[in-house]
């Protein structure tokens, strides 16, 4: 009796995960500077940043890309390769699409960094990009089906007994809904149900909300983002940033979702923009960014996915709304870590909506963990200033809190917190070691 032999090799120790860098195009409302550019040509132009920032021309500078889009044209297949192909990077470099709606830039580097983690690659670069302005537009369902059936007939009085059903409304075309299929309701109806459930007020809303206006204009006064932004089309900074924004001028906006409320708190002022953008993060192993002289901005140590069912909870009571998977993502993250909300000196929070960040931090307090200090939340301003490129947000958020990290010049840690459409949610953890390689106690 013979015995069978391993025939592959038992595991490695898992790598710790550095980042790098960033690179990123300023974001644009939808309409705007880029409302010609294509999800492709504004991640190329983030891509060309990084290459260029961090020498990455030469051949197998990076083991693969993994970057994604939420609104994609038929154009868009294969949008990840097809960038490293028209870009600066080696043509040789593999690459793959991936996407989970808001969180799709988190998640990507999640992908890249378990690669690196487990040995499997020595560097990768991950994010995403999409834009509002072009969004695709579907063929009217019934011409559809009509076209189809005149493809499939066998004959030509086939084909034109087909087309004769064609009527002057079915040239119509079907345009993009922000609604979610499940519910029909948008996100912000859902954002504003949530608000409702949680007793978010309009005054903290606008406060929240002028707070990342201000915070993200002293990030660019002080140069913060002068190695993580490339200037396109004519951008230098963030087109939605509104330095000047304050509570008073928030307050004369009029509300544009929960409308049906008697009492409606959510204007366009305390809601994120729709927007263009792409952004990417470098991610490496130690030995890697030792090879070449460059010192890692952070670490990246956890992460967390998760998801509620907004279906029913959301539309019934808004506890569990579209938005809050974070509500539950950290908590497990954290006690899997064994770590508490007064071991992270810096905290980011996806703003999708300020009642969405300011109802996911009543919920980790109502679910055991410490309230988070305001003064530590979104340092640099956050998705209400910078805008919101669905993909984007999840790298642009990594890259800039790792620079914060290494601001710091001391042991610190950082946690994201991403929500996303289809009641789901991305979190993670940052860390910036001192100099014995060990995270502050």
Known sequence: MSTLKPSLPGPAAVRRVAVIGGSRVPFARSDGPYATASNQEMLTAALNGLVERYGLRAPGAVGELVAGAVLKHSRDFNLARETVLGSALDARTPAYDIQQACGTGLQAVVAAANKIALGQTEAAIAGGADTASDAPL?????????????????????RLKALAK??????????????????GLSMGEHAAVTARAWGVSREDQDELAAT???RLAAAYERGLFQDLVVPFRGLARDQNLRPGSTVEKLAAL??????????????????????DGAALVLLASEEWAAERGLEPLAYLTAYETAAVDFVHGDVADGEDGLLMAPAYAVPRMLERAGLGMADFD???????????VLATLAAWEKRGLAPVDRARLNVAGSSLATGHPFAAT?????????KLLAERDAPARGLISVCAAGGQGV????????VSGDVRE
Do not use: W
């Not at 009029?254 to 927007?275: I, R």
């Not at 999840?394 to 790792?402: E, K, N, P, Q, Y």
């Open 254 to 275: 009029k509300p544009v979702f929960g409308l049906d409320d008697p009492d409606p708190t959510m204007t366009a002022g305390n809601s994120t923009p729709l927007t």
């Open 346 to 356: 810096l905290i980011e929070v996806h703003e999708a909506f300020a009642s969405q």
């Open 427 to 434: 979190t993670a953890i940052l860390e910036r070691p001192g």
């Open 138 to 158: 579907g063929v009217n369902d019934t011409l559809r089906k009509v076209l189809l059936e005149a493809r499939r007939a066998k004959s030509l009085g086939g």
């Open 166 to 183: 064609v009527r002057p409304g079915h040239l119509v075309p079907d345009i993009p809904r922000n609604a979610e299929p499940r519910t």
């Open 394 to 402: 999840g790298a642009r958020i990594v890259a800039t809190l790792a």
């Open 212 to 214: 990342s206006h201000q």
